[in-house]
T-cell receptor, first 115, second 114 residues
């Protein structure tokens, strides 16, 4: 089965630093997502992206966050100035379609630790 | 707003016994419901979905889920649990809006003991 790949698997950074989390969605998928999971908590939606623009974003996704599809394959999440509370597992996901019965395919995640 | 709830943080069962992981939902209109599983240090893996049709949906690894419209539930079941089924299980509903984000429940940790 095709996979969504995420790099790095672990990222440690100092508070205030910028981080970029990288994802390679499945090649024929058109919709892309970022989710995060703080330790012990539920998986939370951050942002969805389609046709080179944000479709929807949650209240978590403030001005410190941005997403980009810089080329035909990568999908990145940038956190401009990290805070301690940004420490979480970040999951990238993709789907062929944006609604209906299409399942989302998730990557294995990037564990971000902000010190 | 659409939402799902998983009333149990943890479910413990003995190997070989049937298991049920509960989920209730709140949506306007017809729901698109999903179950995902998360093994330690892994991403979320799709188990099964309900879109329309038969209320009993069969999925991966012998799991099934029963859609009950009157009770607004979508419980995950398996007739005979395995130790390897121990993982975190998430129920989710897919948003109708463009972009179709998944909205997850809080997760239920399933522990299957030998």
């Amino acid at each position: 089965e095709p996979e969504v790949t995420q790099t790095p698997s672990h990222q440690v950074t100092q508070m205030g630093q910028e981080v970029i989390l990288r994802c390679v969605p499945i090649s024929n998928h058109l919709y892309f997502y970022w989710y995060r999971q703080i330790l012990g908590q539920k998986v939370e939606f951050l942002v969805s992206f389609y046709n080179n623009e944000i479709s929807e974003k949650s209240e978590i996704f403030d001005d410190q966050f941005s997403v980009e599809r810089p080329d035909g394959s990568n999908f990145t999440l940038k956190i401009r100035s990290t805070k301690l509370e940004d420490s979480a597992m970040y999951f990238c996901a993709s789907s062929e379609a944006g609604t209906g019965n299409e399942k989302l395919f998730f990557g294995s995640g990037t564990q971000l630790s902000v010190l | 707003a659409q939402s799902v709830a998983q009333p149990e943080d943890q479910v413990n069962v003995a190997e070989g016994n049937p298991l049920t992981v509960k989920c209730t939902y709140s949506v306007s209109g017809n729901p698109y419901l999903f179950w995902y599983v998360q093994y330690p240090n892994r991403g979320l893996q799709f188990l099964l979905k309900y879109i329309t049709g038969d209320n009993l949906v069969k999925g991966s690894y012998g799991f099934e889920a029963e859609f009950n419209k009157s009770q607004t539930s979508f419980h995950l079941k398996k007739p005979s649990a395995l130790v390897s089924d121990s993982a975190l299980y998430f129920c989710a509903v897919r948003d109708y809006n463009q972009g179709g984000k998944l909205i997850f429940g809080q997760g239920t940790e399933l522990s299957v003991k030998p």
